[in-house]
Every structure is written in structure tokens, then in C-alpha cells.
């Protein structure tokens, strides 16, 4: 089993950018994949980015070209790089942990989320 923790969100303004971290425990993430999921107010959580335990990534076409997903195995941590941020992006940012791709219902393991909040 896999303990998730999120960090790095915050409030920016339109085009800028935030750096989110998922620092795992408990067991290795280099044995998972693993994703960003999101979830504004009144909206389902909806699947960001995700990238496999041999490194292809996958993302949510809103995203691509501004996000970058990376992991760092031997620090057992997700990455999630966010440029030119628009107010669509405000939600809280969640990762997981062993399912496929950026599909929700196929992820096992939940972190407890950071809000990431861009204002125009």
C-alpha cells in the first residue's frame, strides 16, 4: 500500500505557473503507475496527466503543451509541471496511484489533494 501527500499549490495569476509535488510512502511508486487527477467546484474529477511505470505519459488534451508529468523514482515522487495557467485549470489537484493512464475509476490509491486556484 502507498500513502500519497500533494504540495505546491497556490494561487497565481493567468499565464503563470506552479510546480506540484506527490511525495509517496510507504512503497516505492516505481512499481506503479501513476496520475494527476482534478476536480473544480460543481465538476467531476476529471483525469490531467499521467505517466507509466516505464515512463510514457499520457495527457488530457485541455493540458497538453502547458503540462508536464514526470517522476523521480529514487525520491519516490510525481511531478506535475503547470505553465501558462489559465482560470479553466482552478481546481484541486489530486494524484494517484497503480491505474491506467488518466482513467479514474482504474486508480487505487489517493493523495488528499492541493487547490491550485488562477486568477485572470
Known amino acids: 500500500q502507498v500513502q500519497l501527500v500533494e504540495s505546491g499549490g497556490g494561487s497565481v495569476q493567468a499565464g503563470g505557473s506552479l510546480r506540484l509535488s506527490c511525495a509517496a510512502s510507504g512503497s516505492t511508486i516505481g512499481a506503479y503507475n501513476m496520475a494527476w487527477f482534478r476536480q473544480a467546484p460543481g465538476k467531476e474529477r476529471e483525469g490531467v496527466a499521467g505517466v507509466g511505470k516505464y515512463g510514457g505519459t499520457v495527457y488530457n488534451d485541455s493540458v497538453k503543451g502547458r503540462f508536464t508529468v514526470s517522476r523521480d523514482n529514487n525520491k519516490n515522487t510525481l511531478y506535475l509541471q503547470m505553465n501558462d495557467l489559465k482560470p479553466d485549470d482552478t481546481a484541486m489537484y489530486y494524484c494517484?496511484?497503480?491505474?491506467?493512464?488518466?482513467?479514474?475509476?482504474?486508480?487505487?490509491?489517493w493523495g488528499q489533494g492541493t487547490q491550485v486556484t488562477v486568477s485572470s
Open positions: 494517484a496511484a497503480n491505474g491506467f493512464g488518466i482513467v479514474l475509476r482504474t486508480y487505487d490509491y
